[in-house]
């Protein structure tokens, strides 16, 4: 069954940069490749709301939702690897997150509910 794992968890000082990667595996039990899939990257905090920060469709086109993060983190794609990545730079102790990958089919979405598939997610922390 389709699955995807994220890693990168970690403690990182304010200011600072993590490079953080989803792995995709068993996608083609679904009827299509890993490359027609669109993937997102959302973080959630205890007490707020799911976020929506980034989406990237399978040629490498990117919509960027979150302005608390924009010209700070970047999403990009290796179809070649079924691997989806969150570089993020000048860390802030806002970004402190549970941080998610999820999958649609074909269009970027903002909402959780449109979402196929989902990661168990990974810890960010920042703090000096």
């Known amino acids: 069954q389709p699955q995807l794992v994220e890693s990168g968890v970690g403690l990182v000082q304010p200011g600072g940069s993590l490079r953080l990667s989803c792995v995709a595996s068993?996608?083609?039990?679904?009827?299509?490749?890993?490359?027609?899939?669109?993937l997102t990257w959302f973080r959630h905090a205890p007490g707020n709301e799911r976020e929506a920060v980034s989406c990237?469709?399978?040629?490498?086109?990117?919509?960027n939702y979150a302005d608390s993060v924009k010209g700070r983190f970047t999403i990009s794609r290796d179809n070649a690897k079924n691997t989806v990545y969150l570089e993020m730079n000048s860390l802030k102790h806002d970004d402190t997150d549970v941080y998610y990958c999820?999958?649609?089919?074909?269009?970027?979405?903002?909402?959780?509910?449109?979402?196929?598939?989902w990661g168990e997610g990974t810890l960010v922390t920042v703090s000096s």
């Open positions: 068993g996608f083609s039990s679904s009827g299509f490749t890993f490359d027609v899939y669109t």
């Open positions: 999820a999958a649609r089919f074909l269009r970027c979405s903002n909402a959780g509910k449109d979402m196929k598939y």
């Open positions: 990237v469709r399978g040629a490498d086109i990117v919509t």
